[in-house]
């Protein structure tokens, strides 16, 4: 009998001992409380979105859930979040998606309100994707046109949509919408590394690259983020192989979102601010999407304190 005891005992000792080292590993290789104790340090507040409904602020209380799927986040502005969508133009069978429109709810996700909708492809038979601009590269034709399609805001209370026929500006405050010729000049052009490790940003006359290494240097938590270099996925990527996922510019703040893996393999977003002529680095906001980042993460500047309960 005292055998049997002491076997049972044993099985449970190795059973507690090899659980404790299974979460030890689980703990540390999937990140699960690697961010636990990350402040932002901007001031601002930020909403965040995933797949185009679920909204968080910027340390991921759950807000609420929208009803439409938000393809572009513009804003919150007067307590009220801004976003586009598009839907079918019964008058255009053969196309899904080219009505656009510009609507707005209350940081409850209630009243909603559609503040413009139009089919800005008028007559072509090919939808056009509505993409937030501000997270492209600028990119011009010869006209000095943007090559792409959608909608941005330019933090001063204009929305901008750019289809293939018009571009309108529609002013938030005023609640009018006119024709413009075309979207408001980008100071800043930008490009990734082929390799996800390096973004190169330009105002036109001077050119910055910028990687994590040089991030870390005036950033502590971009020099955590670097201590992970050497953890590997579970297929044996770096956790920071798609460091740089892409860059989003709203008027003169240039947003850095880096893509972190862990050992599942699922992603993190994590945004910095990046001052171009100081070259400071300011930690934001960080969201577990589990999925890849562009495409399923999205955010915009709160222009006033979101109360989040």
């Not at 000049?185 to 940003?201: F, G, H, K, L, M």
Request: with cysteine; aromatic share 14%; net charge negative.
């Amino acid at each position: 009998m005292e055998k049997i005891i002491i076997i049972i005992v044993a099985i449970v000792l190795t059973i507690a001992i090899i659980l404790s080292i299974v979460i030890h590993l689980d703990n540390k290789y999937n990140l699960r409380h690697f961010f636990d104790d990350w402040e932002s340090e901007m001031a601002a507040s930020y909403i965040q979105v995933m797949g185009g409904r679920h909204c968080y602020d910027k340390n991921s209380n759950s807000m609420f859930e929208m009803n439409r799927d938000a393809e572009v986040v513009f804003c919150v502005r007067n307590d009220r979040i801004y976003f586009g969508y598009s839907t079918r133009d019964p008058e255009i069978s053969e196309v899904q998606y080219n009505l656009w429109h510009i609507a707005s709810v209350n940081t409850e996700g209630e009243d909603f309100r559609e503040h413009y909708k139009s089919n800005l492809s008028c007559g072509v038979l090919d939808s056009i994707d509505f993409d937030d601009m501000s997270v492209y590269p600028k990119e011009y034709e010869p006209d000095y046109t943007y090559k792409g399609f959608g909608g941005l805001y330019d933090e001063d209370g204009h929305i901008y949509l750019h289809g293939k026929t018009k571009t309108i500006c529609y002013d938030i405050d005023e609640d009018e919408t006119t024709e413009v010729e075309k979207l408001p000049e980008q100071r800043y052009s930008w490009s990734i590394s082929s390799d996800n490790r390096s973004v190169t940003i330009s105002d036109g006359n001077i050119t910055r690259t910028i990687t994590l290494e040089s991030m870390a240097e005036n950033n502590s938590y971009a020099k955590r983020l670097l201590s992970l270099s050497d953890y590997k996925t579970n297929t044996g990527g770096s956790f920071l192989e798609f460091c740089f996922d892409h860059i989003k510019v709203c008027g003169e703040h240039i947003y850095i979102i880096n893509r972190i893996l862990n050992w599942n393999g699922e992603s993190r977003a994590i945004v910095f601010d990046y001052d171009f002529d100081t070259e400071q680095v300011v930690y934001v906001m960080n969201y577990f999407t589990c999925d890849n980042v562009s495409g399923h993460y999205q955010f915009a500047v709160a222009e006033e304190l979101l109360d989040v309960g």
